[in-house]
């Protein structure tokens, strides 16, 4: 294939339903990236040279013309000594440093595998003898394509990196001519402590990002995170959509820490780009020895031609080859019981064993002992972290004993550990020669020392308290918990960004060893809920604990959000169910883990033999349903919820479907009267297959699913299959006509 090069200024690929390009200015020299869908080619549109209008035409002819295109590099990062960005940007951007302006375009190459997979690699240069290279990754089929960017240092002495993102995405919009005035939107999802996921969709303009009447002064919006929480105040994720031509073009990042996304203007065309932190945002710089390289974190990047939904399909997709890689048991999304929301942090040997029995008749594969079984001292209460010594008094024998008892009866057992934390009144709170420092202080946030995962004597000691305990007393499961942030860095490496980065690299790694160790493990990755929810950890464990919503009504709109941001298959949705709990109650909870995967808790041993009966039904439905969970593609029905997540009102629908099966999954909130929620469905001449929840009627009818007479919190969710026999009652969407 026929790459750039100074005779041919553009490179155009076609990667499924995307093409790429690859543009390098004639006069600059300067080479942008940027795509669109591959069906819209003949939707594109010339775009102006210049600006012009009153506002630019006085202007002395040496300021003039002002190009309205200036093309952007497709990498940009910023060197230790160089001046700042102009253009207003000191403390909000580093883009456009001096250096990348310097840059040279040298060669690119596009190489394709037998199996499909391509690789396209542009190399740059700079005159003071370092190189940066842009690489675009695509497997055949895949809905996404990953960047990354290596800075390759060539010269005789070190260098010191501030700014490095992973990608930077220009040319939005190619679908008008100008600067696109109140068609651009940023899509972003916020992120809080128990409320998940919400949905922000905000006109550039409405974020001060119209260009100015010049170009001068970078319009600029960014937003990330600081610390060891990566899902906190957003989620690494974001898109801006033309909602003329129905584009959008996204990212995901896979962070453990820190991170930034940045939308720019500086001119009539748009820019996303991010990745790690950097000096004015992160406290990174991370410096380069003469010979040696560093690579940023791929970005996973999509641009469809359809909806939110769709493009959100095309980057969650990036997360299944990981999930893949589970134990063979996750192929079943496996259903989990944690005591957590039964005991408050005191469960015993007998508590557990009983529960276990009352289990063993349901579906339930595991059953997890969380906080509270090693030893505490007076007084304490929960999240006594680093001793995890078991308590005698709750369990007498040891924990083995317990796990003997609870495969005897057919469940896997399970075991909660926060291990990279100390915490006030434990022995191991004293060791501070294996704690995180910041400028040769013990890090302290609340009652919390953090282990240094990089020292050998931490991973000793770790391997023997977490690695030794799951082994020995035969778990086969391991919840890890993460209660609270670092800061923005840690000591032990040229920047405190990078120490922390260094920081939660060994993490990572010492899960990675738990994985090789125990393989048969499954891991839950918990932060609090839904702190780690990001590709990075997700992909290194079974699940992720979508929420530390234990039973607020907000649950299933929790559920439903994550569906945009991680595979359901590895969403875990807590249910928890109480003796006083009515029958309509029950469903709602249980109904809302049909959006993701079970974890059931609560007072099982008082549950009335209607609320197990109701239980056993719900799991059945599971079950069933499990196929579509795990490889389903979803679409949700969000427009009649109400903004509170609090006081809900309205309904939502979840529809989540393979070629051949439709799940829906619809919720009623707090609404004064009954609601009839339609959902529609996918073309198909579908029929009902099974139902579980309180509608009082439904049926298929005008091209969807009607569920008539849902009362105020409650739930209904039913199994659609492809039509393969004549019962049941039957209906063609693509003509809305009801066959039976």
Not at 437 to 455: A, M
Not at 687 to 712: K, Q
Request: proline share 6%; glycine share 8%.
């Amino acid at each position: 294939m026929t790459t750039l090069s100074p005779q041919n200024p553009r490179f155009d690929l076609t990667l499924g339903e995307t093409t790429v390009r690859y543009t390098r200015c004639p006069r600059s020299g300067i080479v942008e990236f940027s795509c669109f869908p591959s069906t819209l080619r003949g939707s594109l549109v010339p775009q102006r040279e210049h600006l012009s209008g009153p506002h630019v035409d006085g202007l002395p002819t040496r300021w003039t013309p002002i190009s309205a295109q200036p093309p952007e590099w497709l990498v940009q990062f910023k060197l230790a000594g160089s001046p700042e960005p102009g253009g207003h940007q000191v403390g909000r951007s580093l883009r456009g440093a001096s250096e990348v302006s310097a840059l040279t375009f040298t060669s690119q190459q596009a190489v394709t595998s037998p199996q499909g997979a391509v690789t396209i690699t542009t190399t740059l240069t700079h005159s003071d003898g370092y190189r940066l290279l842009h690489v675009l990754n695509w497997r055949l089929s895949q809905p996404f394509f990953q960047v990354h960017t290596e800075f390759h240092n060539d010269t005789e002495g070190p260098l010191t990196l501030e700014y490095l993102p992973s990608f930077s995405l220009g040319g939005i919009t190619p679908f008008h001519p100008d600067d696109a005035p109140e068609r651009l939107r940023l899509h972003r999802f916020r992120t809080t402590w128990s409320a998940e996921g919400r949905h922000e969709n905000l006109l550039l303009e409405e974020l001060s990002l119209e260009r100015s009447w010049t170009n001068f002064s970078r319009r600029i919006e960014r937003f990330g995170q600081i610390g060891s929480l990566p899902v906190r105040q957003f989620f690494p994720w974001a898109a801006v959509q033309d909602t003329a031509a129905d584009v959008f073009w996204g990212v995901q990042l896979a962070t453990p820490g820190s991170w930034h996304l940045e939308v720019g203007r500086a001119q009539d065309k748009v820019t996303l780009s991010g990745g790690l932190p950097s000096r004015d945002f992160g406290d990174w710089w991370k410096i380069v020895p003469a010979g040696s390289a560093f690579s940023t974190p791929p970005a996973t990047l999509a641009c469809v031609h359809g909806d939110l939904d769709d493009l959100c399909a095309a980057l969650t997709a990036a997360q299944s080859p990981a999930a893949e890689t589970q134990p063979a048991i996750e192929r079943e999304l496996p259903i989990v019981f944690n005591e957590w929301c039964s005991t408050w942090g005191e469960p015993t040997h007998d508590y557990v064993l009983a529960t276990a029995r009352l289990l063993a008749r349901t579906r339930t594969h595991f059953l997890v002992i969380d906080d509270g079984w090693a030893e505490k001292a007076s007084g304490k209460d929960i999240q006594f972290n680093g001793d995890w010594n078991v308590n005698r008094t709750r369990f007498p024998g040891g924990l083995k004993p317990t796990c003997d008892a609870v495969r005897a009866l057919g469940l896997i057992p399970g075991l909660w550990f926060e291990l990279e934390a100390a915490t006030e009144g434990t022995t191991a709170f004293e060791r501070l020669d294996l704690h995180l420092r910041r400028e040769g202080r013990t890090i302290q946030i609340g009652s919390r020392h953090f282990w240094d995962l990089r020292h050998p004597g931490t991973i000793a000691y770790l391997a023997d308290k977490v690695i030794a305990r799951l082994r020995d007393d035969g778990f086969g499961y391991l919840k890890i918990d993460y209660n609270d942030s670092l800061p923005s860095g840690v000591d032990g490496a040229e920047s405190p960004g990078e120490g922390l980065r260094l920081q939660l690299e060994a993490v990572q790694a010492f899960i990675a060893r738990i994985r090789r160790e125990l393989p048969d493990l499954l891991i839950e990755n918990c932060s609090s809920g839904g702190h780690r929810l990001e590709p990075s950890f997700q992909g290194i464990c079974a699940m992720g604990s979508f929420s530390d919503a234990h039973e607020t009504t907000s649950i299933p709109i929790v559920a439903a959000n994550l569906h945009r941001l991680i595979l359901p298959r590895q969403s875990q949705v807590w249910c928890v169910a109480h003796a006083s709990d009515s029958l309509q109650r029950l469903r709602y909870g249980l109904a809302a883990t049909f959006l993701g995967r079970v974890c059931l808790s609560g007072e099982f041993a008082s549950l009335d033999a209607a609320q197990l009966t109701e239980i056993d039904a719900a799991l059945e439905f599971y079950a069933a349903a499990v196929p579509v969970i795990r490889d389903g593609r979803s679409r949700l029905h969000l427009e009649a919820r109400s903004a509170s997540w609090n006081n809900p009102r309205g309904w939502q629908a979840v529809v989540r479907h393979t070629a051949d099966t439709v799940l829906v999954v619809a919720h009623a909130f707090g609404n004064p009267t009954a609601v009839s929620p339609f959902v529609p469905l996918p073309p198909g001449i579908w029929r009902i297959h099974a139902f579980y929840g309180d509608a009082s009627e439904f049926n298929l009818a005008e091209g969807g699913l009607r569920l008539n007479g849902m009362p105020a919190f409650s739930a209904a969710a039913a199994l659609i299959m492809l039509n393969s026999s004549t019962t049941g009652a039957l209906l063609d969407v693509d003509s809305g006509e009801r066959l039976h």
